[in-house]
Nanobody
Framework: QVQLVESGGGLVQPGGSLRLSCAAS????????IGWFRQAPGKEREGISY?????????YYADSVKGRITISRDNAENTVYLQLNSLKPEDTAVYYC????????????????????WGRGTQVTVSS
């Protein structure tokens, strides 16, 4: 059974950092493209980053977060991480990870509808 579980969210002051984890079971993250998304109240789900399957390589960041976040994969832990730095109040949202195996027909891997499997999310709140 494919499962994704996010963790690491919480309350942080502006300028602070968090590291989010996306732990996978039932499949190997190395064989999948893993994306991170976020959704603030009343807003659409926004794709912020993805890391391609190892055979393809590569990472991608949305302009809204570029320079402040880093995505990485630990194959031994079967986990993908998202390091968030210089956090701002507008980064407050529920953060989700998602997985897709076949990317050949995907047009934009920052679009949430491209993904097959989802976690339940972890809340990040940036406030003083």
């Amino acid at each position: 059974q494919v499962q994704l579980v996010e963790s690491g969210g919480g309350l942080v002051q502006p300028g602070g950092s968090l590291r989010l984890s996306c732990a996978a079971s039932g499949f190997t993250t190395d064989d999948y493209t893993i994306g991170w998304f976020r959704q603030a109240p009343g807003k659409e789900r926004e794709g912020i980053s993805y890391i391609s399957k190892s055979s393809d390589g590569g990472t991608y960041y949305a302009d809204s977060v570029k320079g402040r976040i880093t995505i990485s994969r630990d194959n031994a832990e079967n986990t993908v991480y998202l390091q968030l730095n210089s956090l701002k109040p507008e980064d407050t949202a529920v953060y989700y990870c998602a997985a897709i195996w076949d990317t050949t027909r995907a047009s934009n891997l920052l679009n949430f509808y491209e993904y097959d499997y989802w976690g339940r999310g972890t809340q990040v709140t940036v406030s003083s």
